[in-house]
């Protein structure tokens, strides 16, 4: 069974900073990697999505990439602003979507 | 493009009568849409998924006699929850696969049993 990890559980930094969430899963077998904003209370919104036979892709500060051998990816966030705290959540999809259980982030202006 | 609606955004009901959940997709037709539910402060979990015109497939431990779920056309699928009890309080919110795009996800349901 896919299982997905998130690390750290929380972050918080000062606006301004560069940050690196983490994501782990235990099956290498994906048809793809996503990763997901979550504002309190709200749905998700898709940030980046990584084909299996992608190493990374690029949305403006956001930058993710996937090791699919070694079941890493790093969602890179450049020079953090306080618009950007939410809960970020990685997913990892083959017949279904799986999730980690997301990253606390918090930007301090 | 690749929409998902989802409505309602958020239900009070009374502890033992039923509550449905729809979600629709609005520009693509979806074959399979899944269905989870987040507790607080937790991830999303996978309750079941919906196969259109077939009967959906359910996570271990997710009651399909208490969670119903109906996938008759390409565009919608429901999710009723029957006999709503307060733990069942809980964020419920729909996906699909849009296939080049990755997985769309419904604005999710607020369910409130009291």
């Known amino acids: 069974k896919q299982e997905v990890t998130q690390i750290p559980a929380a972050l918080s930094v000062p606006e301004g900073e560069n940050l690196v969430l983490n994501c782990s899963f235990t099956?290498?077998?994906?048809?793809?990697l996503q990763w997901f904003r979550q504002d309190p209370g709200k749905g998700l919104t898709s940030l980046l999505l990584i084909q299996s036979s992608q190493r990374e892709q690029t949305s403006g500060r956001l930058n993710a990439s996937l090791d699919k051998s070694s079941g890493r990816s790093t969602l890179y966030i450049a020079a953090s602003q306080p618009g950007d705290s939410a809960t970020y959540l990685c997913?990892?999809?083959?017949?279904?979507?799986?999730f980690g259980a997301g990253t606390r982030l918090t930007v301090k202006p | 493009g690749a929409v998902v609606s989802q409505h309602p955004s958020w239900v009070i009901c009374k502890s033992g009568t039923s509550v449905k959940i729809e979600c629709r997709s609005l520009d693509f037709q979806a074959t399979t849409m899944f269905w989870y539910r987040q507790f607080p402060k937790q991830s999303l979990m996978l309750m079941a998924t919906?196969?259109?015109?077939?009967?959906?497939?359910?996570e271990q431990g997710v009651e399909k006699d208490k969670f119903l779920i109906n996938h008759a056309s390409l565009t919608l699928s429901t999710l009723t929850v029957t006999s709503a009890h307060p733990e069942d309080s809980s964020f419920y919110i729909c996906s699909a696969n849009t296939g080049s795009r990755g997985y769309t996800f419904g604005s999710g349901t607020r369910l409130t049993v009291v």
């Open positions: 919906s196969n259109e015109g077939s009967k959906a497939t359910y």
């Open positions: 997913a990892v999809s083959l017949r279904d979507m799986r």
């Open positions: 099956d290498s077998a994906i048809y793809n």
